[in-house]
């Protein structure tokens, strides 16, 4: 099993800054896409942004332009700059991994989240 363990969240006011991180521990073998999900009150989870191993990056297209992912590979963690924030990123900030990892005697691969972290932003 994967864990992740996050932190960053918080109230901040719009325009303000905020930076996520998550860090992933267990007997992992490697990870190949980290990410940040978000669910908005009354509204579906939605990817925010991920990374490849390889440093690919994908956003979504209401983020562009104000939110960075990054990664450390050596540390297993992912980052998460958000600037110019507004009151619709309000939202709980999920990190999320596609990992191959051991489980006993398997090698398993498969997607891990981790609890959530809030963000509020005030307008």
């Known amino acids: 099993q994967v864990y992740l363990v996050e932190s960053g969240g918080g109230l901040v006011q719009a325009g303000g800054s905020l930076r996520l991180s998550c860090t992933a521990s267990g007997r992992i073998s490697s990870i190949n896409v980290m990410g940040w999900y978000r669910r908005a009150p009354g509204k579906e989870r939605e990817l925010v942004a991920d990374i490849t191993r390889s440093g690919l990056t994908n956003y979504a297209e209401s983020v562009k332009g104000r939110f960075t992912i990054s990664r450390d590979n050596a540390k297993n963690t992912v980052y998460l700059q958000m600037n110019s924030l507004k009151a619709e990123d309000t939202a709980v900030y999920y990190c999320?991994?596609?990992?191959?990892?051991?489980?006993?005697?398997?090698?398993?691969?498969?997607?891990?989240w981790g609890q959530g972290t809030q963000v509020t932003v005030s307008s």
């Open positions: 999320n991994t596609q990992a191959t990892y051991y489980s006993l005697a398997d090698k398993i691969t498969g997607p891990s």
